[in-house]
């Protein structure tokens, strides 16, 4: 199975900060890049996606970088609210199809 | 507008014994996809059904099976269950299989084999 890995494990940022997450990927086939939010006892949501024909992309405090050279895409959480503490999944997938990969996870907290 | 709903939210079963979870879709949506959350882990794919037939399957044993209604709303079989089968069991919908169209993910089944 492709390994799809996501750093840091846990991360701890107070309100206003920036909050960064990586996610590194071995398949070059994939050719969509979602991050996924998670709440405690609810299902992932879709927070944002990004395709490779573009480096940047910014929904409101949320922005995907992604550098295909490096087959990484990250995800960045500008002033960083409470209401973010949550678990973030990386999904890479291809092939058209929603067969994605999920990362690893990353638990954030930002604290008041 | 209902989302995604699972049922049931929890299940105890034993090893050895047999398992049906039940989804319906996003209103609008005709396709499935099933996965499997093992606690701390991300979801893993599992089979995804559009148009009554399964379409992708992840790596998973035929001890998991489905099924896809003319509704649109789906099953998942879990057959000799195990110990590891313990996880929570998501269920995801979309209009079409394509990737560009965003899967909205129910709450899920939290199963738990004695």
């Known amino acids: 199975q492709q390994q799809v890995k996501q750093s840091p494990q846990s991360l701890i940022v107070q309100k206003g900060g920036i909050s960064i997450i990586n996610c590194a990927y071995e398949n070059t086939a994939f050719d969509y890049f979602p991050w996924y939010q998670q709440f405690p006892g609810k299902g992932p949501a879709l927070l944002i996606a990004i395709r490779p024909d573009v480096s940047e992309k910014k929904e409101g405090r949320f922005t995907i970088s992604f550098n295909k050279s490096a087959k990484q895409f990250s995800l960045h959480i500008m002033d960083s609210q409470p209401g973010d503490s949550a678990t973030y999944f990386c999904?890479?997938?291809?092939?058209?199809?929603?067969?994605?990969?999920f990362g690893t996870g990353t638990k954030l907290q930002v604290i008041p | 507008d209902a989302g995604v709903t699972q049922s049931p939210t929890h299940l105890i079963k034993t090893r050895g014994q047999q398992v049906t979870l039940r989804c319906s879709p996003k209103?609008?949506?005709?396709?499935v996809s099933w996965y499997q959350q093992a606690l701390g882990q991300g979801p893993q794919f599992i089979f995804q059904?559009?148009?009554?037939?399964?379409?992708q399957r992840g790596n998973f044993p035929d001890r998991f099976s489905g099924h896809q209604f003319p509704n649109y709303s789906s099953e998942l079989n879990v057959n000799a269950l195990l110990l590891g089968d313990s996880a929570l069991y998501l269920c995801?919908?979309?209009?079409?299989?394509?990737?560009?169209?965003?899967?909205?993910f129910g709450d899920g089944t939290r199963l738990s084999i004695l």
């Open positions: 209103s609008g949506h005709d396709t």
């Open positions: 059904y559009y148009e009554e037939e399964e379409r």
């Open positions: 999904a890479p997938g291809s092939g058209g199809y929603q067969k994605v990969t």
């Open positions: 995801a919908s979309s209009l079409g299989q394509s990737l560009g169209q965003p899967q909205h």
